[in-house]
């Protein structure tokens, strides 16, 4: 072998090695303090909850104490902003409480916290004996949907109604052909360890706004939020050990058992669960109620959310509630 092949071979394989090195010092995220997105984000309507676990759980709480209560949980990835809008139109006649899952928003776990539905339904009724909630309605969106019903199925006494946003649960798509760029990545071992390690923001932008039907609802604000909640100390760790769309399936005999009135709600244009996903929930769970946007996508709680919180309202029997005219 010639020199100058040997040279231009051995310019090929620096530029190889180099390429990756940069864009890892461009993309490097290192954590973000507790106490920098606490004092950023929380407000007075922000509460503090220690559980089972050393699980340090962060909640937002709005409307009256005395009114019916509603806990809303977000998806993978997401935190408690993700219910805002129905916050702001539900608050005037329910007790609304956004809670965020371990690994998630301002919710602080163990480093060897092991996350999956289940325990996050466990979660749930740990959160509720602590707050001594009496029987409430539990609307969940994605991956808060999937723990959803399964605190229905496994904690029946703790609801008295269900409502799911495009749950998880139901056979779809596989998440390596999701639109999604960072659940593509999620699928290979090595990929989760680059994701751990990086500000993740472009992936998150691009992820979002390939879910929604109108590209315009995913603001630089909300995605600002999502990468900075997801810098917590710990919680890309927690996110990197998750497999999106491995949650526990949902058998026709499991959601039978579901007795608790249920509203089940997706979005047409949703590209991360399928519709007839859905579909299934609705079928398999005794007396459910489906309702299916046309222009939403797989956040109907943001996308649509004054005509989603309405209904949701008009379900849970709200419909002399007052809701707010626009959404911020």
Do not use: C
Request: proline letters at 7%; hydrophobic letters at 45%; a neutral charge.
């Amino acid at each position: 072998m010639s020199r100058k092949i040997r040279l231009i071979i051995g310019a090929i394989a620096s530029l190889l090695i180099a390429i990756p090195f940069v864009a890892w010092l461009l993309l490097r995220g290192p954590d973000i303090p507790f106490e920098t997105l606490q004092a950023k984000y929380a407000g007075s309507d922000d509460h503090f909850v220690d559980l089972p676990g050393g699980i340090h759980a962060h909640y937002r709480e709005q409307g009256r104490v005395d009114a019916p209560p509603i806990v809303l949980l977000h998806g993978y990835g997401d935190s408690y902003a993700t219910w805002e809008r129905w916050s702001d139109q539900l608050q005037g006649s329910f007790r609304v409480i956004s809670l965020d899952l371990p690994g998630h928003g301002l919710t602080q776990a163990p480093d060897d916290y092991q996350p999956d539905a289940v325990a996050y339904a466990g979660l749930i009724d740990a959160f509720a004996e602590s707050l001594k909630l009496a029987p409430f309605a539990l609307a969940g969106n994605s991956m808060g949907g999937a723990v959803a019903w399964q605190t229905a199925v496994r904690y029946p006494n703790r609801l008295n109604a269900l409502l799911l946003l495009a749950a998880a649960g139901k056979p779809g798509p596989d998440m390596g052909k999701s639109p999604s760029l960072a659940f593509r990545i999620l699928q290979y071992p090595i990929g989760r360890k680059v994701l751990e390690q990086i500000d993740n923001r472009p992936l998150i932008s691009q992820g979002l706004k390939a879910e929604v039907y109108d590209k315009n609802v995913i603001t630089d604000e909300f995605i600002d939020r999502w990468a900075e909640y997801q810098r917590l100390p710990g919680h890309r760790k927690i996110l990197m050990s998750m497999r999106p769309g491995a949650h526990l399936l949902a058998s026709p005999e499991a959601l039978a058992t579901i007795r608790i009135p249920t509203l089940v709600i997706h979005g047409a244009a949703d590209t991360l669960i399928p519709v007839e996903s859905s579909r299934q929930f609705a079928a398999e769970i005794p007396g459910a109620k489906l309702i299916i946007y046309p222009d939403s996508g797989h956040l109907p709680q943001w996308e649509v959310a004054q005509k989603s919180a309405r209904d949701a309202a008009d379900f849970l029997g709200g419909r002399k509630m007052a809701l707010a005219t626009s959404v911020r």
